[in-house]
T-cell receptor, first 114, second 113 residues
Framework: DAKTTQPPSMDCAEGRAANLPCNHS???????VYWYRQIHSQGPQYIIH???NNETNEMASLIITEDRKSSTLILPHATLRDTAVYYC???????????????FGKGTKLTVNP | DTGVSQDPRHKITKRGQNVTFRCDPI?????LYWYRQTLGQGPEFLTY????????KSRLLSDRFSAERPKGSFSTLEIQRTEQGDSAMYLC???????????FGDGTRLSIL
């Protein structure tokens, strides 16, 4: 049911940039890409989202390819606290109610090493 | 902290018992969602409320599950006659409008003995 594909795991050295890829080749023209992360025993935490332009906030940057079939989440200076499972999500609209559900895959387990 | 609040954080019960979980969304958010997460998997959507109206239900929500949001603020999720397969983390999220990011609570972890 998930519409995205991510590598199951990645490692990154503390202080270096972490680049997490995501493929979403079936994305529709008006569908946003969302990124969440989940630290053990906590709920998913919203990071960033975008449609077609690159986005940046205080947590991360999101680079979306021109054809919108893939994206990369960039954590510019990874810390040990960034160790988490990162989910790339394309929302699925409800037939009524004017909202959407998030369809999570298994995500990428990012381990930041000292 | 004015984030999504869930209670209890942990619930251990015997098979066959009924359990009820509570979710308090972010105060101005009128959209509320329930998800379930089993070990090693991402969360799966269960149901959605806009104000007090339950507008979407997943086929995962069997007849033993019922959710309410009586005044359009907090919500409850009840599971009747619990089974081993109900063991999971139950997550609640809220959003201001459709299209806005959903913000999650830290969930209720249910363990069935």
């Amino acid at each position: 049911d998930a519409k995205t594909t991510q590598p199951p795991s990645m490692d990154c050295a503390e202080g270096r940039a972490a680049n997490l890829p995501c493929n979403h080749s079936t994305i529709s023209g008006n569908e946003y890409v969302y990124w969440y992360r989940q630290i053990h025993s906590q709920g998913p935490q919203y990071i960033i989202h975008g449609l077609k332009n690159n986005e940046t906030n205080e947590m991360a940057s999101l680079i979306i390819t021109e054809d919108r079939k893939s994206s990369t989440l960039i954590l510019p200076h990874a810390t040990l606290r960034d160790t988490a499972v990162y989910y790339c999500i394309v929302r699925v609209a409800f037939s009524q109610g004017g909202s959407e559900k998030l369809v999570f895959g298994k995500g990428t387990k990012l381990t930041v090493n000292p | 902290d004015t984030g999504v609040s869930q209670d209890p954080r942990h619930k251990i019960t015997k098979r066959g018992q009924n359990v009820t979980f509570r979710c308090d969304p972010i105060s101005e958010h009128n959209r509320l969602y329930w998800y379930r997460q089993t070990l090693g998997q991402g969360p799966e959507f269960l149901t959605y409320f806009q104000n007090e109206a339950q507008l979407e239900k997943s086929r995962l929500l069997s007849d033993r599950f019922s959710a309410e949001r009586p005044k359009g603020s907090f919500s409850t999720l009840e599971i009747q006659r619990t089974e081993q397969g109900d063991s999971a983390m139950y997550l609640c999220a809220s959003s201001l409008t459709g299209g806005q990011p959903q913000h999650f609570g830290d969930g209720t972890r249910l363990s069935i003995l």
